[in-house]
Antibody
Framework: QVHLVQSGPEVKKPGASVTVSCKAS????????ISWVRQAPGQGLEWMGW????????NYAQKLQGRVTLTTDASTTTVYMELRSLRSDDTAVYYC???????????WGQGTMVTVSS | DIQMTQSPSTLSASVGDRVTITCRAS??????LAWYQQKPGKAPKLLIH???NLESGVPPRFSGSGSGTEFTLTISSLQPDDFATYYC?????????FGQGTKVEIK
């Protein structure tokens, strides 16, 4: 079974950018796409966007359009999430998950804490 | 983006109770709805996909129903391990928005 392993915690200043990685074990993507979901402290789940690992097409949440970019490196079975112009309310645990349109999120990474603080 | 509204936000129940959580979509999503369980400090766990399909390994006391804009998650007999927060999610062709969550607490 595929496992998703994310990069470690990050601390950033407001206005900076952060990149979080998500590597599929076994050097294979078992599903059509990878999604990103975040969860601010004490809050619910927020879908950020998804990317097809085959044709690299992306869809992003309207709220994050222009600040978030998802990319994939098929040679290393790794997906990257870049979030720019960070604000304090971007402080959250960021999860990657195997899933896409018409494909529920059945496997999740362990989560990456991103803290935005001056 | 499609909006998802769950009710109630919090639910107090006892072991053995039958529990129902409702999720409403702002427009029709056919059956492209999933339910997740999340415990503190852990990633969400998929329970049900395509509105009523039980994920492999999930106990049969969990069931889902509905289509279009109205959906329900039912736990037929609440067990101690079921006290957690539950989220619905629509995953149609454009987005994957979640409901705000329902916390199931011990009464």
């Amino acid at each position: 079974q595929v496992h998703l392993v994310q990069s470690g915690p990050e601390v950033k200043k407001p206005g900076a950018s952060v990149t979080v990685s998500c590597k599929a074990s076994g050097n294979t993507f078992a599903s059509y796409g990878i999604s990103w979901v975040r969860q601010a402290p004490g809050q619910g789940l927020e879908w950020m966007g998804w990317i097809s690992v085959y044709n690299y097409k992306t869809n992003y949440a309207q709220k994050l359009q222009g600040r978030v970019t998802l990319t994939t490196d098929a040679s290393t079975t790794t997906v990257y999430m870049e979030l720019r112009s960070l604000r304090s309310d971007d402080t959250a645990v960021y999860y990657c998950a195997q899933g896409h349109s018409y494909d529920a999120f059945d496997i999740w990474g362990q989560g990456t804490m991103v803290t935005v603080s001056s | 983006d499609i909006q998802m509204t769950q009710s109630p936000s919090t639910l107090s129940a006892s072991v053995g109770d039958r529990v129902t959580i409702t999720c409403r979509a702002s427009q029709s999503i056919s059956s492209w709805l999933a339910w997740y369980q999340q415990k503190p400090g852990k990633a969400p766990k998929l329970l049900i996909h395509k509105a009523s399909n039980l994920e492999s390994g999930v106990p049969p006391r969990f069931s889902g129903s509905g289509s279009g804009t109205e959906f329900t998650l039912t736990i037929s007999s609440l067990q101690p391990d079921d006290f957690a927060t539950y989220y619905c999610q629509q995953y149609n062709s454009y987005s994957g928005t979640f409901g705000q969550g329902t916390k199931v607490e011990i009464k």
